[in-house]
């Protein structure tokens, strides 16, 4: 069958070869075993041609970058030569690979660069060999070579070199290809370990608190995995220990030292409360096990949150910021090298700095805040973060943390940044909100009656009107469409509704989980315009006292945030 | 939920006038409903009287289908009015002011009688 096929290669034209380049192509294309792949395309075209044997040489660089060595990666005949290795230049396989030239050799007997010593150790008899190069623009990949045509007086004819060369053209291309896929496949699975590691590592951080909680922190790796750290840790007496850490260097090095000085931090800080000392026993730890070389900045604190009081120490840390409450600002630096340099000159550790927050807060960071562009020119700085802090003091501690966070550009070195507060007024407690409903329902139109009656008897059992109560269904019945019609645009979804009493308003959160919506698209409509449409959020403004649209803190999804003061009966 | 629907309504002709009454919530899940029906009424030739006097709820979606049943009368020429608004949807009419756009009247008979 594939004797007539190559037994008409001179006749009918090109459809049988060019089925074959096809078939080679897809089998390139969607292999995943490349060798295999190899083999195969080598067994065919020896076929295909018509020859007794047949062998794909591919170039190997040494292990010094130098020039490659051809190993024969596949082969097919009596004899097999897989993994055989050739010098850069050595026989007619090297001649072909080196001049970049199909190499059509009748007799080898007559041919210089024939080395004999294959053929002694096998008991094979070469007698034609053709051989073709796998070049792909200026790549030399190596070359594929065809022994002793079976037809015939067992000599190579000039057709057979011409297809021999298409045949090679095409192969050496799709091999090109294949690597280069192979290559991306291995990369996404490299990526694929180094999400899983930035999974671990942000497991690795505390969890927020419930405020009060009188620390908060932030950390934004500049790629998938952080040299950053931070913790708190409570201890049973009510004082709490915290740190901020940086490694030196990046990626997986710096995030492995990272996940040990952090575990490291979290069994000493049991026994040793003080930070001095804590920062003692790490150093002496890194150093013994440390890769030379690498090192890690830290600060570390102690806070008595009855008092307000904090004793703090430092290793090669950029300098901790106080912000005392009448808005003065102090620094405090390291008052030791970094961890993992050498032993400390105090026994005890780095040397321990008492202060007293009295209202105001202590600011902990790693330079990639300091260094990240700052609002004009230049890198933000000390005095850039300073006014930073400064321009946000109206917003809790918590807060005041994210919305830095979220101004903070990457830097051209892209360092991860952290930051970490401590503040020395807890928010002031708050009247509790009295919660009223807390409902979940489909985002769909018939579930909004429900909604309703449910929704207007908590607003009468909370002391509204009928007419109070009648425009906070209709708003909050509007801002329910607006979701069906906008968030999640005809998709199934689920709608939170949380309605709270806070003093003498109503309180009214309404949270979806669909993607992000341009408050553009529900604007209010113009009055003037009789046309039906926009005039829900209209009606939102013109009944709720308050009404903010933002994304949720957690998740998908967006947020409403309305409130009404109650007006209750003869109001 | 009850199996009931929350919006039913009822279609009598008076004279040339069809008069379309609604009762209960005219909300998103019945405003294609209504819309359906004001629209048919429209499009049958005949003047619209439309009571709302057992509107319990309207929003703006069925505030929208008003407008539309609306338009489409006054491009054919047809009288087309508002009777007996219940205070639950003349609050809504107020907030989106259309109470001055369409035209009022406070029983059918007023309605019936005008022009």
Request: charged letters at 25%.
């Amino acid at each position: 069958m594939s004797g007539d096929r190559a037994r008409g290669v001179g006749g009918d034209g090109l459809s049988g070869p060019l089925e074959l380049i096809a078939e080679l192509s897809r089998a390139f294309a969607s292999s995943g075993d490349l060798e295999a792949t190899i083999q195969r395309a080598v067994e065919r075209i020896t076929e295909y041609v018509g020859a007794q044997g047949g062998a794909l040489f591919l170039v190997e660089e040494d292990e010094h970058g130098g020039e490659g060595s051809l190993v024969c990666h596949a082969s097919t005949g009596p004899v097999k030569i897989t993994g055989l290795r050739l010098g850069p230049r050595q026989g007619i396989v090297g001649r072909c690979c080196e001049t970049e030239t199909l190499q059509h050799v009748r007799d080898v007997a007559d041919d210089p660069s024939w080395e004999p010593a294959v053929d002694a150790e096998t008991g094979f008899t070469t007698r034609s060999i053709l051989c073709a190069p796998l070049i792909v623009q200026d790549e030399r990949l190596g070359a594929i070579e065809l022994v002793n045509k079976l037809s015939g007086d067992g000599l190579f004819a000039a057709e057979d070199a011409r297809l021999l060369e298409a045949l090679a053209a095409s192969a050496a291309l799709s091999l090109h290809n294949a690597r280069i896929t192979e290559r991306l496949v291995e990369r996404e699975a490299l990526e694929r370990e180094v999400r899983v590691a930035a999974e671990i590592q942000r497991s690795m951080l505390p969890m927020d608190r419930p405020v009060p909680f009188p620390l908060a922190a932030t950390n934004v790796p500049a790629r998938g995995v952080s040299g950053d750290f931070y913790d708190w840790l409570e201890l049973p007496d009510g004082r709490i220990v915290f740190c901020v850490g940086d490694v030196s260097g990046k990626g997986i090095e710096a995030a492995i030292l990272m996940a040990k000085t952090a575990s490291l931090f979290r069994c000493i800080a049991r026994d040793v409360a003080e930070p001095g000392p804590i920062l003692g026993r790490l150093n002496a730890e890194i150093l013994e096990t440390v890769t030379r070389g690498m090192f890690v900045t830290m600060a570390a604190g102690l806070l008595d949150p009855g008092p307000g009081t904090v004793r703090l120490a430092a290793a090669g840390h950029p300098p901790a910021l106080v912000r005392d409450a009448d808005a003065t600002w102090h620094e405090i630096p390291s008052g030791a090298p970094p961890l993992g340099i050498g032993p400390f000159r105090q026994p005890g550790g780095p040397p321990e700095v008492d202060l007293s927050l009295r209202g105001g807060s202590l600011y902990l960071f790693t330079d990639g805040v300091t260094e990240s562009p700052g609002p004009r020119e230049g890198m933000l700085g000390i005095d850039g973060l300073r006014r930073a802090i400064d321009e946000r003091m109206g917003l809790p501690a918590h807060a005041r943390l994210e919305a830095l966070a979220a101004s903070l550009r990457a830097g051209p070195h892209r360092d991860d940044r952290t930051l970490l507060v401590v503040d020395g007024s807890p928010e002031p407690a708050r009247p509790d909100l009295v919660p009223l409903l807390s409902l979940r329902f489909a985002a769909r139109p018939e579930r909004l009656g429900e909604m309703r009656e449910a929704l207007a008897d908590a607003c009468r059992g909370a002391g509204c009107a009928e007419g109070c109560t009648r425009d906070v269904v209709l708003a909050v019945d509007e801002a329910c469409q607006n979701v069906i019609r906008h968030a999640y645009r005809g998709q199934e979804g689920e709608i939170d509704l949380e309605m709270s009493r806070d003093g003498d308003r109503l309180v009214i959160y309404l949270r979806d989980f669909a993607p992000p919506v341009d408050p553009a698209v529900i604007r209010p409509r113009d009055l003037g315009d009789v046309r039906p449409g926009g005039l829900g959020t209209h009606f939102i403004q013109a009944l709720m006292d308050e009404e903010e649209l933002r994304p949720a803190d957690s998740g998908p999804g967006n947020l409403l945030r309305m409130t009404k003061r109650i007006q209750g009966g003869g109001a | 939920m009850s199996g009931e629907a929350r919006m039913s309504y009822e279609i009598r002709h008076v004279g040339g006038t069809a008069v379309v009454s609604f009762r209960g919530d005219v909300d998103l899940e019945h405003s294609p409903t209504a819309r359906e029906v004001l629209l048919s009424s429209v499009r049958s030739g005949r003047d619209l009287a439309v009571d709302l006097s057992a509107v319990e709820y309207i929003d703006s979606s069925g505030i929208a289908s008003l407008v539309e049943a609306f338009q489409e009368a006054r491009k054919r020429g047809a009288r087309f009015s508002l009777v007996a608004v219940s205070p639950a949807a003349l609050r809504v009419f107020e907030l989106a002011r259309l109470d001055h756009v369409f035209t009022l009247h406070d029983s059918l008979e007023e309605a019936l009688a005008d022009g």
